[in-house]
């Protein structure tokens, strides 16, 4: 009995301790969680590597009790209507950019750590109202760093523009942008529409241009075709009228021959004809010859006792036979003289016949000569026709690209002299200015560059004075002391007073030997009334030089 007791005992501890390892496993088997695709298993408690959470996508995990604990980020995208309203763009121009974004929490390992670190807990309301902060005001950054005819025209720019800068802060909290919808752009003062406007004209007059183009282009091709069609119905039509007049050349020619043919046939057949019956006339007539000499020899004989009878037939008979072969002879000239006429008939006929040949040969020449020279002359007229108008077209374009050529000349000789005035302009402003602001400085200043060129000029009026021949009569003496010689050097200096008059109006002093004053005769040394004299031809002559 007490055996039986503490087998009882036993067996209830050994159910016991499977009934404890039982629900260890139970226990063990529900805290190994598994994540769907569509979330993210954040643990968190103490995890490994020193981190606040875990993020597991498209795996398992085994969340220790007590020390750990484990939650579920949804990956289902979230969509934010935002519609922002007097942006200020790069222009200071006040645009409405109705929009729609899409998000969701991002699957990248630093940025699932954020997600889990931020968004943990929070509502998708909640998340959906941060996320909208945050892309509210980077859209107005994007708007205010771009200007309207970026916005509206490049919108891949703009959308790349925005998802960069939208995206980088959403990134912070462990979103990611999935999708930007900009709906329309829309500004208060008109100016997106202006633009709308301004581009259809564009693509209006483009499109003028372009049909204008084609009508041109159509135009020429029609008459390409006009003139290729006008001279090859002009070649076909003198190949035909080529071949019409061969034919006819042909038909004349047979019926000429055929006629030739038949004529000179009946010709032969009355020739023919006439033979056969002179030669059966000629063969009665001999019939009846024989037959009236048996006649007559019948009589002869009979009448042979009368010799007058005889006689007398005789000569009836030679009477007869005479009268019979003029008769005959006359007989056969007919014949002859009708063979001859039928003959020269036969041969006028025949003539005839080859003067219609001749004259159909004429006839078929005279239409080669029109198909060979009147033909390619009316075709070498149309062409010149056609040239004539398209070299016509050439002289009028080219007289319009001259006129244009000449416009842009003179055009740009225009804005060369603008530039050249503009420099002048300048410069005059520098040397103002560098004569302290004083107009007079500066305008002498310009003088004094110029002397060198004046005194020049003045130089070169004198410089080619000819003196043929000077002749010096001295003799010593003269009027207050002074020489002839004398007297002509101080004339010879007399001739610089002007320039004193322009070193006066630049406000500079001449040297006394320039000022033109009469120089005393004993200033003057021998040496330099020596080298004037030299530079002069001195000869034996009885002129004076003047005073």
């Not at 503009?422 to 004083?438: L, W």
């Not at 040394?525 to 004299?533: F, K, L, N």
């Amino acid at each position: 009995m007490i055996l039986q007791a503490s087998q009882f005992a036993g067996l209830i501890g050994i159910g016991i301790a499977i009934l404890f390892i039982f629900i260890l496993l139970v226990a063990m088997v529900k805290r190994y969680k598994r994540c769907p695709s569509d979330r993210i298993l954040v643990v968190y408690g103490k995890v490994s590597g020193g981190e606040s959470a875990k993020c597991i996508h498209g795996g398992a995990a085994f969340i220790f009790p007590v020390i750990q604990d484990y939650q579920f980020l949804d990956l289902t995208p979230i969509s934010i209507e935002v519609n922002l309203v007097n942006a200020l763009s790069k222009q200071n121009i006040r645009v409405n950019v109705p929009s729609r974004f899409t998000i969701g929490v991002s699957t990248e390992p630093g940025i699932m750590q954020n997600a889990a670190e931020r968004l943990l807990g929070l509502a998708q309301a909640d998340i959906q109202e941060l996320a909208q902060e945050i892309i509210f005001g980077q859209l107005r950054l994007v708007v205010a760093s771009m200007d309207i005819e970026e916005i509206n025209s490049d919108r891949d720019k703009f959308l790349t523009n925005i998802s960069k800068s939208v995206e980088s802060e959403l990134k912070k909290v462990g979103l990611k942008l999935i999708n930007v919808n900009i709906t329309d752009i829309v500004d208060e003062s008109g100016y997106i529409e202006a633009l709308g406007k301004e581009a259809a004209a564009h693509a209006i007059n483009a499109a003028r241009k372009s049909v204008a183009e084609k009508t041109r282009d159509g135009s020429i091709g029609v008459a390409d075709a006009v003139q290729d069609e006008r001279i090859k119905v002009s070649q076909l039509q003198a190949m035909a009228k080529i071949g019409e007049a061969k034919a006819a050349q042909n038909e004349r020619t047979l019926v000429a021959a055929s006629m030739a043919e038949a004529k000179i046939g009946e010709a032969n057949a009355n020739q023919n004809e006439r033979v056969q019956t002179a030669n059966a006339i000629a063969l009665a007539k001999i019939g009846e010859a024989e037959a009236l000499k048996a006649e007559r020899i019948k009589t002869s004989e009979a009448d042979a006792l009368a010799i007058t009878g005889e006689n007398t037939a005789k000569i009836s008979i030679a009477e007869s036979d005479a009268l019979r072969r003029e008769r005959e002879a006359e007989a056969e000239k007919r014949a002859i003289a009708t063979e001859k006429v039928q003959a020269a008939k036969a041969l006028e006929e025949a003539y005839a016949a080859e003067q219609e040949a001749e004259n159909a040969r004429a006839s078929r020449d005279k239409a080669t000569k029109y198909a060979d020279i009147v033909i390619p002359a009316e075709i070498a007229k149309a062409k010149v026709e056609i040239d004539a108008e398209a070299q016509a077209e050439n002289i009028r374009r080219i007289a319009k690209g001259d006129a244009d050529a000449i416009f842009l000349k003179a055009e740009a000789e225009a804005n060369g002299l603008y530039e050249v005035l503009t420099k002048q302009a300048a410069g005059f402003d520098q040397i103002v200015k560098a004569a302290g602001n004083n107009s007079q400085n500066a305008a002498l200043l310009l003088i004094a560059d110029k002397l060198p060129e004046l005194v020049k000029i003045q130089a070169e009026a004198i410089k080619n004075i000819k003196i043929d021949k000077v002749t010096v009569w001295e003799n010593g003496g003269g009027k207050d002391g002074k020489t002839s010689t004398s007297n002509f050097i101080s004339g010879m200096y007399k001739a610089v007073p002007p320039l004193q008059e322009m070193f006066n109006m630049a406000g500079m002093e001449l040297p006394n030997y320039l000022k033109g004053k009469n120089i005393p005769a004993e200033e003057i040394s021998t040496e330099e009334t020596t080298e004037v004299i030299a530079s002069t031809e001195v000869t034996e002559t009885k002129d004076n030089l003047p005073a």
